[in-house]
């Protein structure tokens, strides 16, 4: 009897996975790429922790990653408390579950997701919000920030640009 439940449990498991992270195909890159990029655009305060990389399209993050955090939000009942439940928490939880998503991916690579932190403009705090290396329209490598807590991508000022005190791959 106990075999057939961990059995029903492992399809129930099996069909339960979310999608892997969607890729761009034939792009990949290296620790020290992603260092580059950032010391080029003046970021400086950062760690990548894995070796080699692969780029997240950007469709997935603008439209099939919020409905997906929505959902855990949503399961996990997950609600703004200040101090307790703020910023930094929101932007753990979404780069966890991408972590999560990237487990169903085949390839043996990170992808560029992940926490920034900086000061808000109008605000001396600083805040936390996710970002992805994404290719634009030109197919050129850019920063595109993700407000975790508005569940869409957003833009950030130049002034909050250069405010970025710590960012994580």
């Not at 059995?7 to 996975?17: D, E, T, Y």
């Not at 990029?37 to 439209?63: R, V």
């Not at 992808?111 to 050129?140: C, P, Q, R």
Request: charge should be positive; include cysteine.
């Amino acid at each position: 009897m106990k075999k057939f439940l961990v059995l029903i449990l492992l399809i129930l498991n099996a069909c339960s996975k979310p999608p892997g992270v969607p890729i761009e195909n034939n792009i990949s890159l290296t620790k020290d790429n992603i260092l580059d990029f950032f010391a080029t655009n003046g970021f400086s305060g950062g760690i990548t922790l894995d070796n080699n990389y692969s780029i997240i399209k950007k469709e997935f993050l603008d439209y099939d990653f919020p409905k997906l955090l929505m959902d855990l939000y949503i399961k996990e009942g997950l609600l703004y408390k200040k101090d307790r439940f703020d910023c930094d928490k929101f932007t753990l939880q979404s780069s966890a579950l991408m972590s999560r998503l990237l487990y169903n991916n085949i390839e043996n690579k990170g992808v560029t997701f992940g926490e920034l932190y900086y000061i808000k403009k109008g605000d001396l705090k600083g805040h936390a919000i996710n970002f992805a290396l994404v290719l634009n329209s030109s197919n050129k490598i850019v920063l595109e920030a993700f407000e975790p807590q508005l569940l869409k991508p957003v833009s950030l000022t130049a002034q909050e640009l250069q405010s970025i005190f710590f960012w994580r791959l």
